[in-house]
């Protein structure tokens, strides 16, 4: 856990999010926070700008902190892995934790650029 930025909450944008993407398995930001386990992002990887990220397998999210504020979170699941940001995420996950991820996108839902 990191203790140069405690975390205040999360933020409105997250609160809203998260209840989209997170697994039923997901009880709620908090503590798909504090179980998740801390992502290291290659510094070319086409994800937003964050501090901190934490993956939290029983949810199949990844959850975003800048500073003091969980900003963002991804789904990993197939129906929410439609962009560049996405993928990268899952693909991050699936190289760290051994998980497949990646292996379930369609396609059809990706959007063009």
């Known amino acids: 856990m990191s203790t140069r930025y405690p975390v205040r909450r999360p933020s409105d944008h997250l609160d809203e999010r998260f209840r989209v993407r997170a697994s039923s398995e997901a009880v709620s930001v908090a503590t798909a926070w504090e179980r998740g386990l801390r992502l290291e992002v290659p510094a070319e990887a086409p994800i937003p700008r964050h501090d901190e990220a934490r993956y939290d397998a029983r949810g199949d999210v990844v959850i975003f902190r800048r500073e003091q504020t969980l900003t963002t979170c991804y789904g990993l699941r197939p129906e929410y ?33």
Do not use: M
């Open 81 to 113: 892995l439609t962009d560049i940001h996405g993928v990268a995420t899952a693909a991050t996950v699936d190289e760290q934790f051994g998980t497949a991820y990646c292996a379930a996108i369609n396609p059809r839902n990706l959007e063009t650029l």
